[in-house]
Each structure stands twice: as structure tokens, then as C-alpha cells.
């Protein structure tokens, strides 16, 4: 008998997200294009059952059946569709005990604007949020044994959330200049390909970002290998470009005594309090990053508007 347990809003479910988004990295492999946190353990400030809803976005569905070994050690079950044509769902570890959901789709499939928007919406909306926890705190209260009773409950205001979220949405792929927040323990360049993989941002570029970090991984100038720093660092400057094939970003950052390093910015940088990052979306321009024989790495090809 599963149990209906609300919680108050726990930053260690932002924590177990961005750890087992890693472990989801080697086990999906190339395969995987980026991974999502969603549900309601993913906006900030929100009560939610204590189960982390992570949404993988990988380029073939039918390519995660033969990866079903790789899940399967890391202690998930897997159901298939289970319910929803197009999906394959995972738990963990159990049916009764459940710490983990992987709702895993194919890039392109309209289920994951459909959790991506009603995620945005209710962090930008502090007062939908409002209406949905109180909700589900009553609802949790009248049916402590009966999950069922307490996912009907939901339903109606769900979708009128859904109904507004999307309509929302809808206005946020045309703005030109969008913000973001990060809170500590995100990773940056993990958040920011998110970010760039959920705005649909086909050529961007980072206008401003203030902000701090626990751990620092970059790759110095003309050097082959990443190097790690674990210190409390300020942000200096982090600027570079965005888009569907990639991010191209260089950061500065400054320690406590006032010493600066920079590099390319790497998977690794852990946020210490905050990082503020205004994005500038170029209209109509597209960026590509293919391989250029001459430097040997991926450089940007920027194609503008026709």
C-alpha cells in the first residue's frame, strides 16, 4: 500500500536530481541528449511527495529498450509505456518505495513541452504554486492510503494549470531577452544546455551572469585537460554563445583573495548561493557547430536570417 506523504520543498531533491542525472549520462550514453528535472520535487519552494520525476530526452525511444540493463543497475524498473504511447517509464527501487520516476522521451515528442511549461509556470507563478500545494495538502490529508483518490483529486486543476502553462509557454518562445536563477548545487553548463534544449534557443548568446560557485572545472587556455578547483569563487564574466549543436562559454572567476582564473567552462561547476544569467535569443539566426578541420574542434558556423 503506497502511502501519500507531501512534504515540504527540500533542496536535497534538486541534489539527488543532479546526481542521478550523472549516473543517467553514462548509463544512456550517447543516446541521450539532455535530461530535465520535473515535477513538482522541481519547483523551487514547493510541497511534493518525496519521489524525484526526472524527464531524459534521448534522439531514438526505441534505442532505450536494448539500455534497459544499464537502468536496471542502477536499481530501476522498467514498465514500458506504461500507459502513455511514446514514453518508456522507470521507478525506483519499488513499486511500495519510490525515490526516483524516469519519464524518458524522444526529442521532438509534445509531452515533454507539456511538463517543461507546467514546471516554468508555476516557479514564475508563485501563486498558481500556491493554489497546487494547498490542494495537495488537503488532498493528502483526506486520503493518507488512497493514491488513486488523491491523483483524481488533482486532475481538474492540473489541467487548468496545464491549459494556462502552455498558453504561457507559447509567449516565452518569442521573447527576445530571457532570465534564469540557479541555486546552489546546480551545475552550470548542465543547467544553461538545459535551458537552451527547453527554450528551443537555435542561436543565443549570455548577456550577463553574476553569481558564485563551490567547484570550479575548467579547461585553461590551449590545454588538453580540465582542471578542478573546490573553493568558494565570485563570477567574474561568463559569456559565450548557445545552441542546439552546443554551448561555447568562457568564465572568470575571482577567490577570496582576489585572484582571477579562466577557462572554458565545463560540466562540474556547482553553484555556492546563486547565479543570476540573463540570454539574449538572436531572431531568426541559426548556429551550428560542426567539426573544422583546421582547428580540429567544433566551431561555430552562424547562419543569419534569410
Known sequence: MRRVEVLPYQPAWREAFEKESRLLEEALGPVLRVTHH?????????????????????????????LNPALQALG????????????????????????????????????????????????????????????????????PTDIEAYIQGKNDLIQRLETQALAWWQTMQSQPLLALRLRPHQDLNRELRRFTHAYHLQAACVLTCV???????LRPANQPATV???DKFEIVSLTGTLSPDGLHLHIALSDGAGRTIGGHLMDGCRIYTTAEIVIARLAGWQFTRPVDPETTYDELIPAPPL
Open 38 to 66: 520535473v515535477g513538482s520535487t522541481a519547483v523551487p519552494g514547493l510541497s511534493a511527495k518525496p519521489i524525484v520525476d526526472m524527464l531524459p530526452v534521448v534522439s531514438d525511444i526505441t534505442a532505450v529498450d536494448a
Open 76 to 143: 530501476y524498473q522498467a514498465l514500458g509505456e506504461n500507459g502513455l504511447p511514446g514514453r518508456r517509464f522507470f521507478r525506483k527501487p519499488s513499486e511500495e518505495e519510490r525515490t526516483h520516476h524516469l519519464h524518458i522521451y524522444q526529442d521532438g515528442n509534445p509531452e515533454i513541452t507539456r511538463h517543461l511549461a507546467f514546471r516554468e509556470y508555476l516557479t514564475a507563478h508563485p501563486a498558481a504554486a500556491q493554489k497546487y500545494q494547498d490542494l495537495k495538502l488537503t488532498l493528502a490529508q483526506q486520503h
Open 211 to 217: 553569481g558564485s560557485l563551490r567547484q570550479a572545472v
Open 228 to 230: 578542478s578547483w573546490t
